[in-house]
Structures are given as C-alpha cells and as structure tokens.
C-alpha cells in the first residue's frame, strides 16, 4: 500500500518542520538542518522549496513575511499536530526497540 | 577551432540521469551547454572540466514565460546556496551545474522529485504526444478507410502504401515514449513511497532512433515515388520541420520582447495552425493545378478542347485495345497508368474516342480495365475479397441501393473467378475476373458478345501487369 502523503514524516519533512518551530527564512533551513543533525541530514535545495511550497498547500506552515524572493515561514497548529504525531510515533518505535533488545541482552 | 558545437537531443525529456551524463562527459571534454531546443542543443567551448550537472522539473513553468517567474528564481536562489549555477531551461526542465562534486543533490525526496516530473510531463510533453498521436490515428483512419474503397489502388499505389506505413512507425514512436513513461511512472511512484527510493529512468532512445529511421525511410520512399509538381513533393518533405521550426522563432522572439506567457501561446499555437491550413492548401493547390494526370504523359500525341478545356491524346500501348474486339473507327485516345510497391503492380488502363467538334458522342464504345498482380501469394484471399467486398448495398431505410459483385460463369473467361456488377437495378458490364496472382476489373461500355469476351479473356488472363505491355 503507498503511503498516504504526510501521514508519517519523511526524516527531511520531520526536520523542516521542527526548524520552523520559530519565524525562519526559508532558505535557512538548509545549514540549520546540518548544523542540527551534525550533517547526517541534507535536504536538497530543491526539494526543499518544493516541501515548503506543499506543507503551505497543507496547512502545516503559513508564510509570515515576504521581503522580495525572501519568504519567511513559521509552523501552524495543524504542522505541530503533524510533528507531535511523528514524534510519539518514533517514541513507539523506540520503546518498541527497547521493549525486545534490551529484554534479549539483559537475559 | 570552432567555438560552437551543436548535437542532436537523443534522450527522453524526463531522463535526468541520462541528460546529466551526457553534459558531464561534454564538460570534461571542454563543451558546456548554452542553449536547449527540441532537436539540437548548443555547446560552446570552455576549459575542460570535471562538472556535476542536474536536471530538475519546475512544474510552474512554461516555454511561453517571457522570462522566470518569481516562484522558479525563488527555487533557483534556493539551489544557488548549495554552489548550484543555472546553466539555462527548457520549459520546465532546468539544467544545472556544481563545481563541488560532492555537493548536495538539488532533490533529495524521492517522492517529490517523481510528482514533479509527473506533473511537469503531463504539461508538456503528454499533452503534445497524445494530440500527436490523436492526429496521427486520426489520419491513419482516414487512409485505411480508402483502403476499404480501393484496397488494390492503395496498396498499389508507393506514396499511399508508403506514407500509411510512415504514420504508422510515427505512431509507434509516440506510443512508446507514452507507454514507457507510464510504466515508469507506475513503478517509479510505488518505490518513492514504499521504500523511499528513487528509480531511476532507463529509457532506450535507441528503439525510438530504429523507429523514426524505419518512420524516415519510408519518408524517403514516398517522396520518391510522389508524381505531382517537385515543390508540393519539397514542400511536403518540409511542411512538418519547418512548421515547427517557425512556430519555434515566433515563440522565442515573443519571449524575447516580454510579451506574457498566455500571449505567447495564443499567438505561436495559432500561427501554427495557421501555417498547417495555409502549407496543407499551397500543396492541395498545386497538385490540383498539375492535374491527377491519368497516364505517365510520355505519348502524347495531340491535343483536343473539352467544354473550354484542353486536354491531351495519349496513344500509351494497350495489352487489349477495342480494334481488337470490334470494327469501330475513331480517333483514340490510350491510355495507361501503372503503379507498384513491394506488395502488389497494377495497371489501370483507358481507352476512349476523342470527342469531334466537342461532341462527346461520337461513339460510345470505350474501355477500361485494371490488372493487378499480387506479388505475395499470402496477400491474394484478403486482397480479393476486399477488391469483391468494395462494392456493398446500401441500405436506406426499406430502400436498397443494389451495388455488388455476383458470380457469373468463370468458364467463359476462363479464368479462376468471374464476378459482374448489379449496381442500381441493372447488371453493368463490369467484370471482376480472378486467375492466378492475378485480378482484373474490366468495363465495357457495351454488351460484349461471347467472342469478345474470349478475346479478352485470352489478353488479360496472360498479361502481366506492367509499363511494357
């Protein structure tokens, strides 16, 4: 079955989001993402000007400020719904983790 | 050393992996792309080196854009932060080039990246395939419902016979670019969104390079077998190339004095419409003008006016003339026209007295007659039974127009088959005779007598179907 668009996050969409917890310019978010996940993360140019274009078709983050090509972009409620639900869902996944492996290395 | 270096575009226009291969290995042999188009791409000369290109899709786009909108330069400041340069666009397709060859892709979403592609396909290159290949059906429709009517004239005739085939490998071509991008698509959009991955295209422009050779040779074939004027022949060859061509200058020059994108596509998409109706007409015209021109026009020998017309003698040599069947005296006009493709040879000949003084009723007795010869035994059944299937009744309500072959007795031809017409609520003396390889429509413009019939038979049931007979 594909998966149902922004149901569950992409590690990209996850971090967009996340830098957009504050007013932020969206191209920003490119180093913020690197500087925050230590470079393990890079989300291309590109598709970031695309996730940002679709999460504001969304709902998930409304444009605060535009000072010619530069827009500037905050996250709404209904992107934070989007995050925490990410989040409690990875949260799961990592009790799920230590709920077996850790039971495993502890017998 | 020249500084400008042209090459044909050979890749499908969502091929990313393939174009950037392609301007990289130009790259490091010193060429970086300047200008795009639908057929050629321009190089000029730089220092050789070692680039990273990449191809992205901007759907919001379009080849009418007098000049980037704010949306496309907004990605493009986006892609410029990772050392991304623009080298140039092509619609929605924009090409891009980085120094660093470990520079992060400009598309790092696999799902994103195919519903761009998607969407920027659909736009520009689905839309004009389908109304392609829409025309193209449509125009094979047309040619094989002659077909139905004159299945040995058409199948005789190189420029129908050719030119259907021709259609037919354009329509092959475009149904496989079509195909083959849905069947990527389908795939390409499972992976993104089951596995996160993206897959990348494999086109194989070499079938569509073999299609379009076979779609050029039979091009050729029916340009060399065209007998109307040599401009309508040029022109034909043509008329497409150059359709496209000035609808390309009227476009870019648009573009270049900023008129808006909507303009644009009115003006240029018109003028190409225009262009189609005014080259189509100029052809129609001229080969209108030149006259269908019934024999080959190599034995003329006179001439006589018509209701105001002038028209020509022929004395072509007949295989049966009618001093071979009756005593009639009357100044002749014989005529042959032979036509031939791989498939079948048929000559179509007339015979008719020249009217004295206008008056076309001299004497009535002329003759017409066809001999075909079909050169692939396989093809003889369908052929046959379409030649008999020409005719057909119709039927208008409770009325039926009586328009049919009915079998007659073949001994008396001494042929294989011997069919007469019924049309309306006569039977005509309208033969279709079948012998061997071989079918022969024969009308008479009289009742022949049984030993006119034998004679004949005796000609045409031994006459090849050629110029020389």
């Known amino acids: 079955m594909p998966r149902e668009r922004f149901k569950t996050l992409t590690e990209q969409m996850f971090y967009i989001l996340l830098c957009l917890h504050e007013e932020c310019r969206g191209a920003d978010i490119l180093e913020m993402v690197r500087t925050l996940t230590d470079g393990r993360v890079n989300i291309g140019s590109g598709t970031l000007y695309d996730l940002l274009e679709q999460f504001v078709k969304e709902g998930a983050i409304k444009e605060t400020r535009a000072e010619g090509r530069r827009r500037s972009y905050i996250i709404t409620e209904k992107g934070r719904q989007m995050l925490d639900k990410e989040y409690h869902r990875l949260l799961g996944q990592t009790a799920d983790y230590d709920r077996i492996l850790r039971k495993e290395a502890s017998s | ?469």
């Open chain 2, 1 to 469: 050393m020249k500084s400008i270096k042209r090459c044909i575009c050979n890749f499908s226009f969502y091929d990313q992996q393939a174009i950037q291969e392609k301007l990289e290995d130009m790259a490091e042999k010193g060429w970086m792309l300047e200008k795009t188009g639908s057929f050629m791409w321009t190089y000029k000369r730089m220092e050789p080196k070692k680039l990273r290109f990449s191809i992205t899709y901007f759907p919001g786009a379009l080849d009418f854009d007098p000049r980037p909108t704010d949306d496309e330069l907004t990605r493009i400041d986006f892609c410029r932060q990772d050392g991304w340069i623009p080298v140039t666009d092509w619609g929605v397709m924009q090409v891009f080039y980085n120094e660093n060859m470990d520079a992060v892709p400009i598309e790092t979403e696999p799902v994103t990246q195919v519903e761009n592609i998607r969407r920027s396909m659909r736009k520009n290159v689905l839309l004009p395939h389908l109304v392609l290949c829409g025309a193209l059906l449509w125009n094979l429709f047309m040619r094989f419902s002659q077909w139905k009517r004159d299945i040995v004239g058409e199948l005789s005739d190189p420029v129908s016979l050719y030119s259907v085939l021709m259609f037919g490998m354009l329509v092959l071509v475009t149904l496989y670019e079509i195909g083959f991008y849905f069947y990527w698509n389908i795939k390409a959009k499972s992976a993104a969104q089951n596995y996160g991955v993206f897959l990348s295209i494999q086109s194989r422009p070499a079938a569509s390079w073999v299609l379009m050779a076979f779609s050029a040779l039979f091009l050729i074939l029916t340009f060399t077998a065209f007998r109307g004027p040599l401009g309508s022949a040029m022109l034909l060859l043509c008329a497409v190339p150059l359709i496209m061509v000035i609808g390309d200058l009227i476009k870019r020059h648009l573009k270049k004095r900023g008129i808006s994108r909507n303009v644009n596509r009115m003006i240029s998409v018109s003028s190409v419409i225009l262009l189609t109706f005014l080259l189509l007409s100029i052809i129609t015209a001229s080969i209108i003008r030149s006259g269908s021109g019934f024999s080959s026009g190599e034995n003329v020998v006179g001439t006589y006016e018509f209701y105001g017309r002038t028209r020509e003698i022929y004395n072509d040599p007949l295989p049966l003339e009618i001093e071979a069947l009756a005593d009639v005296r009357a100044q002749w006009s014989k005529e042959a026209d032979h036509q031939e493709t791989v498939l079948l040879s048929s000559t179509e000949y007339r015979q008719y007295a020249v009217p004295v003084d206008g008056n076309d009723s001299v004497d009535e007795r002329e003759l017409e007659y066809t001999v075909s010869e079909v050169k692939w035994p396989f093809l003889y059944g369908f052929i046959k039974r379409a030649a008999l299937n020409a005719r057909q009744d119709q039927i208008h309500g409770d009325y039926v127009f009586t328009d049919h072959y009915e079998p007659v007795d073949a001994s008396a031809w001494n042929a294989d088959d011997a069919y007469q017409l019924h049309w309306s609520s006569s039977v005509i003396n309208t033969y279709l005779l079948f012998w061997k390889n071989r079918i022969v429509e024969l009308k008479f413009y009289w009742e022949p007598t049984p030993e006119q019939i034998s004679i004949a038979a005796g000609i045409l049931g031994n006459v090849s179907a050629g110029r020389d007979q």
